[in-house]
């Protein structure tokens, strides 16, 4: 079984979209999926809103800590904002440099404003999050093939 993991800041929006879209995208019988935060805020309501909007429940995930975890185990990390990419510890990145990829998505959280602008937001967000999960998909063996050059 093949183990990918999304990394956040707080595990409450981008990774838990992120895990989302990719327990629907790939086989459950083959793949496990998982997403955590540098901490765990737990799951934000926007989020939730806006993947139901797409028919992905998320409301049932759960918001974890990334210290409570074994990265190691993971054959491929996926880091989504700039935050959890710094935060990783230099020792992981360095045994499993291969396994990680990184792309910053817009934090919905940090928009301002009335409830449609903030709501677009997050639809934002989400619309290039299942644009790369599609793109995760489709490359997952280039990328963990990659590594062991």
Do not use: W
């Not at 230099?90 to 045994?95: L, T």
């Amino acid at each position: 079984m093949k183990k990918i993991i999304f990394l956040c800041t707080g595990n409450s929006c981008r990774s838990q979209m992120a895990e989302g879209f990719a327990k629907k995208k790939f086989d459950l019988e083959n793949y496990q999926i998982d997403s955590a935060g540098v901490r765990a805020d737990g799951i934000n309501e926007y989020a939730v809103k806006v993947m139901l909007e797409v028919d992905i429940d998320i409301s049932i995930q759960e918001s974890t800590s990334l210290n409570t975890l074994n990265l190691g185990v993971y054959d491929l990390i996926v880091t989504v904002c700039d935050h959890a990419h710094g935060c990783l510890n230099v020792n992981i990145i360095n045994i499993k440099k291969r396994n990680i990829i990184h792309k910053h998505f817009p934090d919905p959280i940090l928009v301002k404003g009335d409830n449609e602008q903030v709501m677009n937001a997050y639809r934002y967000t989400r619309d290039l999050i299942k644009d790369y999960i599609q793109e995760i998909q489709i490359n997952f063996n280039k990328y963990i093939e990659d590594g062991k050059k």
